[in-house]
């Protein structure tokens, strides 16, 4: 009887939860309620309340949850396969929704143009990663490319790559463009040497290195818009 009890004011707790949410979006959730309701599709009988709560408790906060990798995840008590799963595909699902928005973007005219476009593709990575952007004669894009993982210095960007794919995509010119997960969006002493380097390389295959974008979660830095940093990007075949 008392399990009959439970059950039916489980399912009531769900009902509401899932009213509110439709009522009025997630701006009222608390930050456990927003992982409470996520995972009631993945644990459609078991009460999610007292796992959202030690997922918050065990990693810090939503976006903590969501960038956690799933060997640790399932640690967490109440968390199986199909919940683990559910998590880590929130990351990757922002990226391909903020990407596909992004690619309304097809022209780079200006530095807010450039940005727009980059920083859904850098979304929720928690390692460096490198990539150029390809762009013709009148700045349509061409293409985009992620040619490294790791931190930017010539150890993990071949030169010869970076000119294969921006010949390949006839490429009148690129815009460099890598992340910071943590810490500031300025750049670093390798980032400055290793762009010195990419500038130099492609410019012996004339294409321009127009640009070099520095991405952290909440800010940018453009190396050309700098005044320290712009004679890096003059060109001079």
Do not use: W
């Not at 408790?57 to 396969?81: H, I, Q």
């Not at 990539?131 to 040619?147: A, E, P, T």
Request: with cysteine.
């Amino acid at each position: 009887m008392d399990k009959d009890k439970n059950a039916k004011l489980h399912t009531g707790h769900r009902e509401r939860v899932r009213e509110k949410y439709l009522k009025s979006g997630l701006e009222s959730f608390a930050d456990h309620e927003v992982l409470e309701l996520l995972l009631f599709y993945a644990n459609p009988r078991s009460d999610t309340n007292p796992v959202a709560h030690e997922l918050i408790t065990r990693f810090g906060s939503v976006s903590a949850v969501f960038e956690a990798n799933y060997d640790d995840l399932v640690t967490v008590k109440g968390v199986g396969d199909a919940a683990a799963t559910l998590i880590t595909l929130m990351p990757q699902l922002f990226r391909r929704y903020s990407q596909d928005k992004a690619d309304a973007v097809r022209v780079i005219t200006d530095m807010k143009a450039a940005t727009d476009y980059l920083i859904p593709r850098f979304y929720g990575f928690t390692l460096e990663r490198v990539g150029i952007l390809c762009l013709d004669i009148q700045g349509r894009i061409k293409n985009f490319v992620f040619v490294a993982e790791g931190s930017l210095n010539l150890a993990h960007i071949d030169p010869r790559r970076v000119a294969q794919i921006a010949l390949q995509n006839n490429a009148d010119s690129v815009i460099l463009a890598h992340n910071h997960p943590a810490g500031p969006a300025a750049p670093s002493r390798s980032d400055i040497e290793t762009t010195k380097s990419l500038v130099n390389a492609l410019k012996l295959i004339n294409i321009k290195v127009v640009d070099h974008i520095i991405l952290s979660n909440e800010d940018y830095f453009s190396m050309a818009a700098s005044p320290k940093f712009a004679p890096v990007f003059i060109y001079n075949p």
